[in-house]
């Protein structure tokens, strides 16, 4: 396993040389810090890594061709096949943890946007995954918070299946399958921060609300019957009613209205 930056290689020159997104807007206003490695065990634990050097400048991302034993939310594993976006984003944050409720959904936003402006058709999954229309899985998000020296760190982390899916995933794609485009890592990255940047300024001062509407308008299974899945014994079923300001399901159930922060969606 390679764990030494390539602070010079390809990827990180691609990255930060080029001024404009794919779609011509101007690229993020914040100077983006990039780490390039060739493998890691996770994009996720190299962020953390990274925050105990003392040339951490951020933002940051910590980007990867290969990642041995990435996960996702809950701990579960996230299998790639080698085609993938594997990074992970630095931020320092001011807020209180509470106000970052619905940051996966923002995010989720961000990456719809981009997948559209490559010509590909998505939707949004509550609470942190980007579906092909049908359902099959493009992208996954997970965000996780780091204390550190009084300091609060967000990290978050994106998969996406880029050229091609793991065969021993059910109900995955790729962008390329969806758009007929060759989009590689650098190049995504280099298109998403200046989405990115903008859209992480807007929630941490007003939260997820600005975003509701547009999650809303994208995502899948609203006003259709689901069950969440809280643990193999603890499963909630009612109708998909909607989001609320903090980017909580709302489950309209026999017993009202209940409101979840956290759990796996499934369809029925």
């Given at each position: 396993m390679t764990e030494n930056p390539k602070r010079l290689s390809d990827w990180e020159e691609e990255i930060l040389s080029a001024p404009h997104s794919a779609t011509g807007s101007p690229a993020g206003r914040i100077q983006l810090n990039v780490r390039c490695y060739d493998s890691v065990a996770s994009t996720m634990d190299q962020a953390r890594k990274e925050l105990e050097r003392s040339d951490c400048a951020l933002p940051m991302l910590v980007l990867a061709a290969e990642q041995t034993s990435g996960r996702g939310r809950q701990g579960r594993q996230w299998v790639d096949s080698g085609d993938s976006f594997l990074g992970t984003f630095i931020f320092k944050c001011d807020q209180p943890v509470a106000k970052l409720a619905g940051l996966p959904l923002m995010v989720g936003c961000v990456l719809h946007d981009l997948f559209a402006s490559y010509g590909a058709e998505t939707a949004l999954k509550w609470p942190n995954d980007v579906l092909s229309p049908d359902g099959r899985k493009?992208?996954?998000?997970?965000?996780?918070?780091?204390?550190?020296?009084?300091?609060?760190?967000?990290?978050?982390?994106?998969?996406?299946?880029?050229?091609?899916?793991?065969?021993?995933?059910?109900?995955?794609?790729?962008?390329?399958?969806?758009?007929?485009?060759?989009?590689?890592?650098?190049?995504?990255?280099?298109?998403?921060?200046?989405?990115?940047?903008?859209?992480?300024?807007?929630?941490?001062?007003?939260?997820?609300?600005?975003?509701?509407?547009?999650?809303?308008?994208?995502c899948l299974y609203l006003n259709q019957e689901i069950s969440i899945k809280f643990s193999e014994t603890d499963i909630n079923m009612g109708i998909f009613g909607g989001i609320s300001d903090q980017g909580s399901l709302l489950l309209r159930t026999k017993d009202g209205v209940k409101e979840i922060a956290a759990g796996d969606l499934l369809p029925q």
């Open positions: 493009l992208s996954g998000i997970l965000v996780e918070v780091v204390s550190k020296h009084q300091e609060t760190y967000v990290l978050i982390g994106v998969g996406v299946n880029l050229l091609s899916f793991p065969q021993k995933v059910a109900l995955a794609v790729s962008l390329f399958d969806l758009c007929g485009r060759r989009v590689v890592s650098p190049q995504m990255a280099r298109d998403l921060w200046p989405l990115l940047s903008p859209a992480w300024d807007s929630f941490v001062r007003s939260g997820f609300v600005l975003f509701k509407e547009k999650f809303l308008g994208h």
